[in-house]
């Protein structure tokens, strides 16, 4: 029986993308594209999302690539305009699970500093969740499995009980490791769909 469940944040709570930020920015998708493929990377993100200093790293890629300063300054000093709202029907969604009486907790990649300032005040989905583990605070990023072991510990609460759902399928290949349950998050009305078989 199910009496846990897991939520990613980015992309399954809430809408974040820095093309939001870099198609204005290069007025064309295309040169985002080649921006975010090459300079600014995911590999590059998940450094900040493991909890190192985003100014420190922004510096230091500024001296790698100096004819990108101004942009890649942005990354930081810009980074509200990645953020869209909630994913449309996940309030209803998660405030419905809260009242069938399950408990809800989430497990997200993030840096702490972003998350904690921009983003968890900011939309209130976050309030109905009973805890978290933040990638940025733990120094862990999934896929490790060592951070789920940090949630599960911390929350005193079984793989075995517990369903977990993300957008990035590597993160559920290690959570299925462990025992959760998962599902892979496309939409709102496609995760209530999927609910059905566990809860």
């Known amino acids: 029986m199910i009496k846990n469940i897991i939520l990613d944040f980015g992309n399954v709570l809430v809408d974040w993308n820095p093309h939001y930020l870099y198609d204005d920015v290069f007025g ?3 040169k985002a594209d080649w921006f975010l493929n090459n ?8 450094k900040m999302d493991a909890g190192a200093s985003f100014r420190r790293e922004v510096v230091l890629l500024q001296r790698k690539y100096p004819q990108w300063a101004s ?3 942005l990354y930081d000093t810009g ?15 998660v405030s419905e699970l809260k009242e069938t009486g399950h408990a809800l907790y989430g497990l997200s990649n993030w840096n702490d500093k972003k998350f904690r300032t921009y983003v968890q005040s900011s939309y209130p989905v976050f309030g109905l969740l009973d805890g978290m583990v933040i990638s940025g605070e733990e120094k862990i990023n999934k896929p490790d499995e060592r951070l789920y072991r940090i949630l599960l510990e911390r929350f005193n609460i079984k793989a075995e ?3 977990f759902v993300d957008d990035n ?3 559920l290949v290690t959570a299925e490791k462990l025992g959760f349950k998962t ?6 009305d ?3 769909r999927e609910l059905v078989s566990y809860l």
């Open 71 to 73: 942009e890649i300054e």
């Open 183 to 188: 599902i892979l998050f496309v939409s709102a």
């Open 161 to 163: 009980d517990s369903l």
């Open 28 to 30: 064309s998708k295309r």
């Open 79 to 93: 980074w509200w305009r990645m953020m869209r709202g909630t994913i449309p029907g996940m309030y209803s969604l």
């Open 39 to 46: 300079i600014c990377t995911a590999e590059w993100n998940a």
């Open 169 to 171: 399928p590597d993160n």
């Open 190 to 192: 496609a995760l209530r």
